[in-house]
Every structure is written in structure tokens, then in C-alpha cells.
């Protein structure tokens, strides 16, 4: 059976995981040259880790169906918590792939007898 959406979706969510961690990452920068200290850095970089891990997951989904819905229902969760606000789009891209991986029943083939 065809993964294709899951893919999609899984690497999708992974590339917008990388947009919301680096923008996570120069929020934190900026935070850090005027205060000092921040937090927001470590966030972008786990989501950046998660993202990362999801655009694995979205590859994994066409050969292990399960372990890559995991892998991105996972890396969806932890991109939301990480980002918050910045990570909602990810999610849901990645979340939405995740639950399909793990649900999805494999089409039995019936061969047609001629």
C-alpha cells in the first residue's frame, strides 16, 4: 500500500519544524544579547532535534509504517511543547501523519483469476 500522504505530511511538518526552531533560535539570540541568559535556545534546538527525527519518521513510514507514525507522533508532541505558538502547524501536520501510520490497515492484494 501506498504511503504517499503520510510522507508527505511527515516530511512537510519536518520542514516547518525547522522553520519554527530556527526562528525559536533567533528569538532566543536575541533574548540572550539583551538579557543575558535565555531559555528559548535550548527550546529551538530540541525542536530542531525533533524535526529532524520527523523528517526520518516521514521517510521510515514507507518501509515500517509503524515505528515511522511513532516516530512522528512523537516529534509532533515534542515540537509543540518545545515552541509552543511556533509549532502548531508542525504539529499538526506531523501529529495528523503520526496517527495515520499507526492506524492505517495494509489493503490485503486479491489476485484476479482469469
Known sequence: ???????VLGILGGLFGFGGAFFALFMG???????GTSEISGLGTSAFVFSILAIIGGILVKFKPKAGGWLMLVSGVAILISISLFGVVPALFLIAAGLMGIIRKEKKQTEAAA
Do not use: C, I, L, Q
Open 29 to 35: 539570540a536575541v533574548d540572550e544579547s539583551f538579557n
Open 1 to 7: 500500500m501506498s504511503r504517499t500522504t503520510e510522507m
